[in-house]
């Protein structure tokens, strides 16, 4: 465990990785996925209520930021629709289905069992996003990811106790933005593709 304070270095490389993120949407170089961002918006600042009623402590403040954050970007992604990603069906589904999800969390009586479904709707609202970035790399912003696994890495370790309540979340999150990070600055999608595309051409 480390200091409970490093949670606000936590919270701002949160900032500052959201920041780049509406810098390069208001420039059209980076495309939002507005069912992702918008999601991730209210499932952040659900998990935030959820935590103060679990009494986690000042951890729960990076988890606040995870919902404050991308409702901004979502905001920006309004602000120039040039910059926006188009959604298709498979976009939708994961949608619906992470919104089942909510549903179900906030029905279901089991507190273990409402935060795994939450976790599970939070990642499946990341789906189109890591499916973007699988294809289209370049449409995206790789600091903000890095940040993002960065502070939730942090927040991990400022946990007195590591519990269920407290760490599964920014755990979830600590590895999806691990994995798009590592798709956007490889851009192995493409690459294996056009591997692909050229043994196809010489066959």
Known sequence: MIDPRFVILAAVLSVVGSASYVRDTLRGTTSPHRV???LWALEGILAYVVEVQQHVGVASLMTLALGLMPLVILVSSFKNPHAAW???????????????GLVFWAVVNEPTVALVTFVAADFIAALPTLR??????????????VMGALNTGIT?????????????????IMVTDSILSVLIVTRIGPRLAHGVQRKESLT
Do not use: Y
Not at 134 to 141: D, L, N, V
């Open 86 to 100: 188009k959604i298709d069906g498979i976009d939708i589904a994961c949608g619906v289905v992470s919104l089942a």
């Open 156 to 172: 991990l370790m400022t946990l007195r106790n590591i519990t269920t309540a407290g760490a599964l979340f920014p755990g979830v």
């Open 36 to 38: 992702t961002w918008g």
């Open 132 to 145: 973007k970035s699988w294809h289209s790399p370049e449409s995206e912003t790789a600091r903000t990811f």
